[in-house]
């Protein structure tokens, strides 16, 4: 059994302008101890799809349709007391801004103990030791001064490993990693993945990760699903998707990815911008930016299986690449 | 930390100054006691003895003089009226001020505090949209209007409170106190309150719109992603965020209070500063008017000390400097 599964999953925004379909019938799987690679630009439901996972969707956001079934049990509709139990705990979130994520006023050894004694009945010290620990393990220097310090103590890339360490206190079956290292310079940056990974790998823990950086999924992930306006427009396995992307948009993210191989040769640029999630125009949300969008392109297009195990929502997906 | 204080005392030195000379200049401008402290038809000769007697005779810039000459070996002269030294009558009727001034700051608190809480928390129901709106009451009702309503309603129509004087003291430091005695308490009620319901109101404001603000923060959804409970979120992670503004406001709103809590004594026959100066101004008694505006001036930049050294406590991001 996968450890999630996500079905169909539409989270739409009720604002006062207008319905904002952020997510819209969005499904994947993510195995134990496998690491999946959420991507897509800025505005496409990465940040919503996570927060519909553990149930923070606020108002005037809801989930409108769809299953979340994590080990099995369905998490959409259950209720806040166990969806509470389930956070922090079995499933864990690491957000995007580092500054904003640690509360100010509060000490980290507060902030991390409060963490261990939510789910689970001990006292404080061997909360702090567990905390303590956890923060030797994401590579904090002298973790028992540290705990006793502020976060604006703490430099960007420090605080997003203390939130790392808060999210692995509990050693949870998932992790939704919501573009942790992208606010940190590209050497710390590494260093996080590579321990990230390492303890993914040790602990069976599966990771959803979240960027916009296809670099960084090309080292880390297994599998890796493209959003772009609330759809999943691709899908597939890593190696696969990076080396021979289908649908029009992969292509163009891939071509607008600086490599040493193709030094010398412009980059391409995807023109246009991303159409506004409120007014959707029917057919695919890709057209107005596609250069093969013709009048096929008026209906939205199914996620189809165009190779086994290669998803694409396009019809005319960039087939003559495959070998034949 | 010892060179901030040491700057911020040379800082007050200098206000105490500047404010000494404007209350002087301020005071000899509103009118001249002689007029009324000496009969119409005393002669001249009497008259010229009592305008001696009080050092009138003098150009303006030495009565300034002479005045701060006392007042550095901690003479504020002497009442025209009672002829008793004017700080021993201001510290006489103290104590009632301050009790008034801490009791209904106290009020406004423990009514405001949680009132704000709710209609920041739950800001879609009746009953905020009711606690904002009295909020709005609470700012634009006049002091003297409610004060006598309150007297109104419950000394004469239903006869629970009295409405006049501070009722039975008990001693404590030497210092008669109404709050310590059953009798003196309902005695401090209504003129309390009275005092009370534009802080109460400003409390609430606060209050809601930290509450508003704190809750969209990221570190509250990001402790709310650890599975902690509303209760821990609410009253650990957004109210010790909401403390800070409003610690700062009730505190210089402290100061407001004590010095201006004039019509509130008026209007309840409470003995203390207010009704003092009051009366003081009526007669121009100016050695009372200037040692008062003095102590409050003091008292002002005490508060101000005392709110930023608490300021400090409450957030770990501030510390005092010396270049603030
Ligand atoms: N509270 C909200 N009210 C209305 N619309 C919202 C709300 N939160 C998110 N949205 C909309 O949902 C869409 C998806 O947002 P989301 O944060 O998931 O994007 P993202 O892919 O994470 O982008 P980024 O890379 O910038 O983080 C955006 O268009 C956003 O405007
Ligand atoms: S469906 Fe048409 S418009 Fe959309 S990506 Fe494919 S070719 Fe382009
Ligand atoms: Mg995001």
Same mark, same amino acid.
């Given at each position: +059994? ?18 904002? @379909? ?24 990465? $940040? ?22 994590? @080990? ?5 509709? #259950? ?19 580092? +500054? ?47 705990? @006793? ?31 942790? $290292?992208? &606010? ?9 993945? !590579? ?9 069976? $823990? ?14 880390? /992930? ?27 948009? $992969? *292509? ?43 009048? &096929? ?18 019809? *005319? ?8 | 930390? /010892?060179?901030? %204080? %040491? ?10 100054? /500047?404010?000494? %000379? ?24 009497? =008259? ?140 401090? %009620?209504?003129? /309390? ?29 990001? !402790? ?48 203390? #500063?207010? =009704? ?18 003095? #102590? ?26 010396? =270049?603030?």
């Amino acid at each position: +059994m996968s450890t999630l599964e996500v079905k169909g999953l539409s989270t739409h925004f009720f604002t006062r302008a207008g319905v904002v @379909k952020a997510v819209e019938d969005v499904s994947f799987s993510v195995g134990r101890g496998k690491v999946m690679g959420l991507v897509g630009e800025s505005g496409s439901g990465k $940040t919503v799809t996570g927060f519909s996972i553990i149930g923070l969707v606020d108002a005037p956001g809801r989930i409108v349709s769809g299953e979340i079934l994590f @080990k099995g049990r369905n998490l959409v509709g #259950m209720g806040e007391a166990a969806l509470r139990e389930l956070r922090g705990n079995r499933i864990a979130m690491i957000f995007q801004d580092p +500054m904003m994520t640690l509360n100010p006023v509060l000490r980290v050894d507060t902030q991390m103990i409060e963490t261990v004694q939510a789910h689970q009945k001990v006292d404080r010290e061997t909360a702090r030791q567990r905390a303590r620990d956890a923060l030797g393990m994401v590579g904090i220097p002298s973790p028992d001064e540290r705990l @006793k310090s502020y976060p604006h103590q703490f430099s960007g890339g420090m605080r997003q490993r203390v939130a790392i360490a808060i999210a692995l206190l509990h050693q949870p079956d998932l992790i939704i990693a919501d573009e942790p $290292t992208t &606010a940190l310079d590209v050497t710390i940056q590494g260093q996080i993945l !590579a321990e990230v990974q390492k303890l993914a790998a040790n602990t069976g $823990t599966s990771l959803i990760w979240i960027t916009h950086d296809l670099s960084v999924v090309a080292g880390l /992930a297994d599998d890796i699903a493209v959003m772009y306006a609330g759809r999943i427009v691709e899908q597939g396995s890593v190696d696969q998707v990076l080396d021979v992307p289908f649908h029009p948009y $992969t *292509h163009g993210l891939i071509g607008s990815v600086p490599s040493r191989n193709k030094r010398g040769v412009p980059l391409r640029q995807i023109p246009g911008t991303t159409p506004s999630l409120m007014s959707l125009p029917p057919g695919c949300a890709f057209k107005t930016r596609c250069e093969r969008a013709d009048a &096929a392109c008026e209906t939205m297009p199914g996620l189809a299986e165009i190779a086994p195990g290669r998803f694409a929502r396009c019809v *005319h997906p960039h087939i003559e690449i495959l070998p034949a | 930390m /010892a060179l901030y %204080l %040491l700057r911020r005392l040379m800082q007050s030195g200098f206000v105490l100054v /500047a404010m000494s %000379l404007l209350v002087f200049l301020g005071v000899y401008a509103v009118g001249d006691p002689i007029e009324i402290l000496i009969s119409p038809d005393a002669d001249q000769i009497e =008259k010229e003895r009592a305008i001696r007697a009080l050092g009138l005779d003098l150009p303006l810039w030495q009565q300034y003089l002479v005045f701060v000459g006392k007042a550095l070996q901690g003479d504020l002269g002497r009442s025209f009226v009672f002829n008793e030294p004017a700080i021993q009558l201001i510290l006489q009727r103290m104590p009632a001020t301050l009790e008034l001034a801490f009791g209904s700051m106290f009020l406004s608190i423990l009514i405001g505090l949680p009132l704000g809480l709710y209609a920041g928390l739950r800001p879609n129901r009746a009953l905020s949209k009711g606690i904002m709106a009295g909020s709005i009451l609470g700012f634009s009702l006049p002091t003297f209007w409610v004060g006598l309503m309150l007297i109104m309603v419950f000394a004469v129509q239903l006869g629970w409170l009295p409405s006049t004087g501070r009722g039975d003291t008990a001693l404590l430091f030497g210092i008669p106190w109404s709050f310590l005695t059953l009798d003196g308490l309902s005695h401090i %009620l209504l003129p /309390a309150i009275n005092l009370s319901l534009f802080k109460i109101s400003l409390v609430i404001r606060l209050t809601r719109a930290g509450v508003r603000e704190t809750m969209l923060m990221d570190y509250v959804k990001f !402790a709310r992603a650890k599975g902690l409970s509303p209760f821990r979120v609410t009253f650990v992670h957004v109210f010790k965020n909401i403390m800070i503004p409003v610690v700062t406001v009730v505190g210089l709103e402290l100061g407001g209070t004590i010095a201006f809590s004039v019509v509130t004594e008026s209007v309840f026959a409470w003995p203390g #500063m207010g =009704k003092l100066i009051i009366d003081s101004i009526n007669v121009l008694d100016r050695p009372v008017i200037v040692a008062y505006l003095m #102590m409050i001036v003091l008292m002002f930049i005490i508060i101000n000390l005392a709110v930023d050294i608490l300021y400090t406590v409450l957030d770990p991001r501030v510390r005092l400097e010396a =270049k603030a």
